[in-house]
């Protein structure tokens, strides 16, 4: 088992996000419940509650699916991507208040387990304007619990990253059961348009936002190299790369990193074993190259993390001919040491 | 040479946390917006209140038809008429009031139909109607007298005919005065578990403005309809049944099988054809 894990820690920056998350969650919920108060005296604090934290989680949950795409499209971003994970927990915390109040005001105290109560009363799976969307959040809020308690990258190694990725890539679909558990609950029972239009709002930013992000990435793979030469390509000029920085190029389907590190070209695959995090965006530190998504490091001669961390990328031949840069396609076997190109 | 960030740094970088604070001092007030917005236009919270906490004893005569129901006098009015409520018992949480009442007939070997008595329990109101909860675990029974009550008593009956109305089924404790809102989608599945507890079961119909006329369901023969309800509840419905009125609420004697029919939302909501409303 390695013990990268323990990267992590809780630092002062963390500390803060922690407090900023804090406080945003508190000032909408003071704002939702006093308004909803005001204009409603005749309101129950059993459904402020309920409609509370409900409508809070879907908002974190609307901002924690477009760090990604914004931190694509801005590196700048990449501070709240660092700390998404603790958004995400926040949210299911908030969504569990929602939901556990929820099967309490609704399925307890009657003559069956609440449980039960959730799959049984509303019978009508086969009708949309009457399906049983309480069914629906339960659903999410299983996807949700098992993707908090496995964010720690003690669950990365573990589960390892292909079974971790695809677990939180579930976010998709719980925000679909989600959309479905509204449409198909309260909005059949409100009548102002508004609540359909903040809704569809968020989910349109959430589409742009990713096509966005995507299509950029597209064209980046696409990209068409006309110069090759014994399995070599050529792919830019050595000025085009900055020191200890890094340029990204997808060549037969394989995204590799070049980077420019005391006077010499490495080449190794750009996709982090962490999350995937684009290592081509990332920079040399203290001789490693680092990651910019959570700042797991490889040496640049062999794609190996230093000790004790054991993670592994693959490396490539570099070449550099007059001023410009050739890379070979061909992938080493991870952690295999490269002498680098000199120019 | 631009700026990187790490994430363990102990500090981003100021051209990172510039921009950070930025978009966090954007995205503050688009989260005071939201929740201002959802606070305000949340459809109107109904007037019902639920005394929770609070019992009160009420004295009056009990009935077992066409639901447990106390009948409470409050003295006669100008025209000499005997002014009354009558107030139908529900249990605790998602329960009916029969076990209860039938505990209390077999551990006192009494029986408690038609006779005076004081009943302590919480109260819930709404619109005109009351319903009391009571709860096992209380001295539900707090007086008793055996003596037959006068006939003026009697619950004044009178057949309206057969019906046909449309409207939408509630469970008469929820929507009374126990949940906001105690009606459509959003509380289907309570309302479903209320009535399978045994709580009654009532059709509301409302016309344009909002105001509304409250229906008993029992079935043809007067016994419960809670279970063939099931279906049928917190959708709009077209109910086909006899009409007696008991005093001040209207009882439908519903045929199991065939008297109540779903209805689509665009029907109900016709235009100029106002949900049904029959005045009493
Ligand atoms: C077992 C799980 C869940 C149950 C039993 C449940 C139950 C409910 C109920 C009864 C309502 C209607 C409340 C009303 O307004 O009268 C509701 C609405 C809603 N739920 Fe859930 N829910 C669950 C999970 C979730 C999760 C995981 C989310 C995640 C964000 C969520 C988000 C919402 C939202 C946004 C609404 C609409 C606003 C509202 O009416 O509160 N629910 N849910
Ligand atoms: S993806 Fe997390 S460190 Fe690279």
Redesign the pocket.
Same mark, same amino acid.
Request: charge should be positive; glycine fraction near 6%; aromatic fraction near 14%.
């Given at each position: 088992m390695s013990a990268s894990y323990q990267a992590v820690g809780w630092n002062k920056q963390k500390k803060k996000y922690d407090w900023i998350i804090f406080s945003f969650c508190v000032v909408y919920l003071i704002v939702f419940i006093g308004v909803t108060a005001y204009v409603n005296p005749d309101y129950t604090f059993e459904?402020v509650l309920?409609?509370?934290?409900?409508?809070?989680?879907?908002l974190?949950?609307h901002v924690i699916l477009s760090i990604g795409p914004l931190a694509r499209i801005n590196k700048k971003f990449l501070p709240l991507l660092y700390n998404r994970r603790h958004l995400g927990v926040t949210?299911?915390t908030?969504?569990?208040v929602?939901?556990?109040f929820?099967?309490f005001? +609704?399925?307890a105290l009657g003559n069956v387990n609440p449980l039960v109560s959730?799959f049984m009363s509303n019978t009508n799976y086969g009708s949309l304007a009457d399906f049983p +969307?309480?069914?629906?959040? +339960? +659903? =999410?809020?299983i996807i949700?619990f098992l993707m908090a308690i496995t964010s720690h990258d003690f669950w990365l190694h573990n589960l390892g990253p292909k079974v971790w990725k695809t677990l939180h890539m579930m976010v998709y679909p =719980?925000y679909f059961?989600?959309i479905m558990?509204?449409m198909l609950?309260?909005?059949q029972?409100?009548t102002n348009p508004v609540?359909v239009l903040i809704l569809g709002v968020g989910s349109s930013t959430l589409i742009v936002l990713h096509l966005i992000a995507g299509t950029r990435e597209v064209k980046k793979d696409n990209e068409e190299f006309g110069l090759k030469q014994d399995g070599f390509v050529m792919v830019c000029g050595v000025n085009d790369i900055e020191d200890n920085r890094a340029k990204m190029f997808c060549i037969d389907k394989e995204r590799i990193a070049v980077f420019k590190f005391e006077r010499k070209l490495f080449a190794v695959n750009n996709v982090c074993k962490h999350q995937n995090g684009p290592l081509g965006e990332g920079k040399i530190v203290d001789g490693c190259l680092t990651c910019p998504w959570h700042g797991y490091q490889y040496l640049p001669q062999n794609g190996q993390s230093p000790p004790p961390f054991k993670e592994k990328v693959s490396t490539y031949d570099v070449k550099v001919q007059g001023q410009n840069v050739w890379v070979n396609p061909k992938p080493y076997p991870e952690g295999t040491e490269r002498k680098g190109a000199n120019f | 040479m631009q700026e990187f960030y790490i994430g363990w740094m102990d500090k981003a970088p100021r051209t990172f946390a510039q921009f950070v604070k930025k978009y966090l001092l954007l995205i503050l007030p688009v989260i005071i917006v939201i929740a201002v917005l959802?606070g305000a236009l949340?459809k109107k919270f109904s007037k019902g209140n639920f005394e929770f906490g609070q019992p009160t004893t009420v004295t009056g005569i009990y009935f077992n038809h066409p639901v447990p129901l106390i009948k409470v006098i409050n003295g006669k009015d100008i025209f000499g008429n005997i002014s009354y409520i009558t107030i139908p018992l529900v249990g605790y949480g998602k329960h009916g009031a029969d076990g209860i009442i039938s505990d209390i007939e077999k551990e006192k070997n009494i029986s408690l139909d038609q006779k005076e008595v004081s009943l302590k329990g919480t109260l819930l109101y709404n619109d005109g109607k009351t319903i009391m909860q009571v709860d096992k675990n209380d001295t539900v029974l707090v007086h008793y007298s055996g003596k037959q009550i006068a006939s003026e008593l009697l619950p004044q009956k009178k057949d309206l005919g057969t019906l046909s109305i449309k409207g939408e089924i509630v469970d008469s404790k929820c929507y009374f005065g126990v949940?906001?809102?105690g009606e459509?989608?959003?509380?289907r599945?309570?309302a479903i578990r209320c009535i399978l507890g045994g709580i009654p079961p009532v059709l509301v119909v409302k016309n344009e403005k909002g105001e509304a006329n409250y229906y008993l369901l029992v079935d043809a023969d007067g016994a419960k309809i809670n279970q063939s309800v099931q279906p049928f509840v917190a959708t709009p419905v077209t109910v086909n049944a006899n009409a007696i009125q008991y005093d001040d609420w209207i009882v439908l004697y519903v045929n199991k099988n065939a008297g109540i029919r779903e209805i689509s939302r665009s029907a109900f909501y016709q235009p100029g054809n106002a949900v049904a409303c029959v005045m009493r």
């Open positions: 459904t309920v409609r509370s934290t409900s409508t809070l989680a879907l974190l949950l949210m299911f908030v969504a569990l929602h939901a556990s929820g099967i005001q +609704f399925h959730l +969307f309480q069914a629906l959040g +339960f +659903f =999410a809020l949700f =719980a059961l989600i558990h509204v609950g309260v909005i029972y409100e609540f | 959802l949340q949940m906001k809102p459509g989608k959003p509380h599945d309570c």
